[in-house]
């Protein structure tokens, strides 16, 4: 058996599909089980969600493999960043040793330290390193940008080019080596096939075959989408108070928030650059092959 949490997120949905075809028996650790669609009746679930160690505790029963996906780009109702992205993955990474999982395969981002000036990142690099010294075997995968066709980032962008101009946080300069969902996916499916000693502890670094700034991948998205807007350069300490004082007005229904916006501000390079990937047997595509436009 194995179990996958943020198995209705963007890497998620595409692993799910996959691991389904194949017929692998798959648990999914999920809050509304209606929003995996009808890969929900090929599965079986567990309701909850990582704040909760019950929870976590009935997921684990007779669970062989971990594949950790889910995560949280903003604060959520319940819980922080921190609580999401490394808190509730320590929980899970303890709750899977006392099980005796025999594999956890773990979700970190490219560039994450306890320093970086992105929340998600610094619960990440801390989460990673709790991963790195856990006893069973582990897989770290840290992904440049990861994206698909109408996610959740680029669906945002369609619905900012209604303005006059689309405002980038800072100069847009930020660069970083986009990568498809679905080549990631291919990913995690090469490395849960690959044979690997108990306590052994493997890192990839995932990441498309283009270097681009966060300027080119916005121009891309427009260009995708059939819009053409200008772009409007904001630094980031005038954006920042905009973002929150709009966050504190509108609650969980924000378009976006400064967490987010954030993170398409910072360097997601590898200088190993497609070499990971293509040791697990996938050539990613490029953003243009993959978008069009």
Known sequence: MLLLTGATGLIGSSLLRRLTARGEPVRCLVRDPRRLGSERVRVQITIGDLTDPRALRQAMRGVQRVVHLASSHRDQPHATIEELAGVATWRLLRAAEHSGVGHFVFFSALGATPHHPSRLHRAKALAEQAVDEAALRTTTFAPSLVYAPADRRLARLERLAWLPAVPLAGRGGARTQPIWAEDVADCVLAALERPGEP???????????????????????????????????????????????????????????????????????????????????????????????
């Open 199 to 293: 306590g052994s502890h493997v890192r990839y670094e995932l990441a498309g075959p283009d270097v681009l700034t966060q300027r080119e991948v916005v121009e891309a998205a427009l260009r995708a989408a059939r819009r053409r807007r200008r772009l409007l350069p904001l630094p980031a300490p005038l954006l920042r108070p905009l973002l929150r004082g709009y966050e504190t007005l509108t609650g969980p229904a924000a378009l976006t928030t400064w967490d987010e916006t954030e993170l398409l501000a910072v360097t997601m390079r590898t200088p190993r650059g497609i070499a990971d990937a293509v040791s697990l047997g996938v050539q990613p595509r490029s953003l243009k092959a993959v978008l069009g436009g």
